[in-house]
DNA sequence: TAAAAATACTCCATAGGTATTTTAT
DNA sequence: ATAAAATACCTATGGAGTATTTTTA
């Protein structure tokens, strides 16, 4: 069996038959009949050699030997992918479209600020911004569903290539009169564990913060969102820390700044080390760092 | 443009007039008439809105946007090669061919001694051996040319994965006679430099040899084969470091066993870290352990 | 002028569509 | 009974072939 027997379509039809479980799902989202796809797929099945699905009316399963090859396949679309990302970066950087993605602590006080900038360096490219968990991102990354992302460093997965954007320190936001917020020398560490705010589990700034500055205490409470928190902080519930680009002019809350290096985090642009793009990688890097808003620290 | 339009077989063609630089060579390797093979490199380039080949009848050369993009496709067609193997796989391990190399300094001893054990262990398996020099294997590994080879540790290359197999120390080939020979508390080190004989600069087991035992002499002699080396010791021309298994039953020669756990190389089996078939190296790696033969110590 | 690539055209393999049947719950 | 996959059959796109022309060293 010969490699240019392949053909590109096909893997996608198994792809999107392996995701989506159903051939109608499936062939919806090729664009093409249900009929069309099966015997695609059938012909497929036929070539390597081994049965991808398990299928019955109801049911439709993927083969363990299916698991593999669909892996597999995965990988050539990706790099097939990463080839027309290169043709079209001939023409402009990133081809036209890039899809960023940010955690959700930074995205929407961070995106708003460098837009403008970015906008001016990539004038024909349309950004297609996104947030959500450090691990969802980087999923999405590998997966390819993604270009790039912004996260807090460190970045370990050996997949993955990054370059240091900024250092944004940490304020505390304290509730306005607060004790903790005109004796700068009180600190965090100075608080009542109640007094203690966190995000929930599963934040990369819960996390960040914690390293940063706390363990976590019996008595904290907790908030699901980062503007949650202030209000809680605003309703005198407590004090939190909030990265330096979403401390806002909330009435209500009156902002520290933290003394000590360590009380910051490192936001990093990562994309998969497999793209082709690096230069344009490091290039769009270089820009965020120029254009790093204030209040932060510019990494180099 | 979409992934889907592209095919396999396009790349294949490209990738062949990117290699042989000529479409009628291309479109022989491609078992296609030239014609065909134009024209459908003529409508890649038009897909994918960049010229690969500036061509005239007299000279072809890729351009610059070729050379990357040509590059890529290479590794679209690797990864494509992978889940043909990996579907070979299936039904047995390597899919019944398996194009092993290993360096010349150990080929020769090595695989004759471990055969008769791999085919019971793989019946069905069509073995393609060969042998080279270290940086051509991994070169020629890393381009899917190969598909394993043994090589002396360390691997640097993170393309490459790999598991060791076995020590194998190195002897001391003196002329029946010699001094060195007797003397056993003599070894390498109590050597002339005239009486120290290397293989030529480029031979891994050279720089094996220097580095476990020796540095460079001015006075050194150099041979081109190790075979050669032992013709030039049995001559009387002088003494060298001979791997274990390359020792034989030479008229003329004695061999002398060195002290020292570091008069010793490591061989590894070493593999596309990318190949979807780990385990089945990994397998591989375990048989010819257990298929260590004598003078050399398996490595656990 | 000779060798290589491009063009013109013809053919047919096959992907895709519609209509229908089979199958499992 | 119903929803999903498979089958039958037809159409048409486009890949491959042969014959020929164009181009340049």
Chains 1, 2 share one sequence.
């Not at 969102?225 to 605003?234: F, Q």
Request: hydrophobic letters at 45%.
């Amino acid at each position: 069996m010969n490699v240019s027997g392949l053909s590109l379509r096909d893997l996608e039809y198994a792809v999107a038959v392996a995701e989506l479980g159903s051939f109608v799902k499936a062939a919806e989202r090729c664009h093409v009949s249900q009929p069309s796809l099966s015997v695609q797929i059938g012909k497929l099945e036929a070539r390597l050699g081994a049965l991808l699905f398990e299928r019955t009316t109801r049911r439709l399963i993927v083969t363990p030997q299916g698991r593999v090859l669909i892996e597999q396949m995965r990988r050539i679309l990706l790099e097939a992918g990463n080839l027309l990302a290169l043709c079209s970066e001939a023409t402009q950087p990133f081809g036209g479209a890039l899809r960023l993605s940010a955690i959700a602590t930074l995205g929407p006080y961070y995106f708003p600020r460098v837009l403008q900038g970015l906008r001016a360096r990539y004038p024909e490219l349309s950004l297609v911004l996104g947030e959500g968990r450090t691990d969802d991102l980087t999923g999405a990354l590998l997966r390819g569903d993604l270009d790039a992302v912004l996260v807090a460093a460190p970045i370990e997965d050996p997949g993955l290539a990054s370059a240091a954007l900024f250092h944004e320190p940490f304020l505390m936001a304290c509730p306005k009169g607060h004790s903790a917020a005109s004796r700068k020398d009180l600190g965090w560490s100075g608080l009542q564990p109640r007094e203690r705010l966190l995000l929930e589990e599963g934040h990369c700034l819960r996390d960040q913060a914690i390293a940063a500055c706390a363990e976590v205490h019996p008595g904290a409470r907790h908030a699901t969102s980062l503007e949650t928190l202030k209000y809680m902080v605003a309703a005198g519930e407590g004090c939190t820390l909030v990265p330096a680009l979403a401390a806002g002019q909330e009435a209500g809350v009156d902002y520290a700044s933290l003394r000590g290096a360590e009380y910051r985090r490192t936001i990093v642009l990562a994309w998969r080390a497999s793209d082709p793009r690096n230069e344009a990688f490091a290039d769009l890097a270089q820009r965020l760092r120029d254009l790093s808003p204030d209040g932060v620290e510019s990494a180099s």
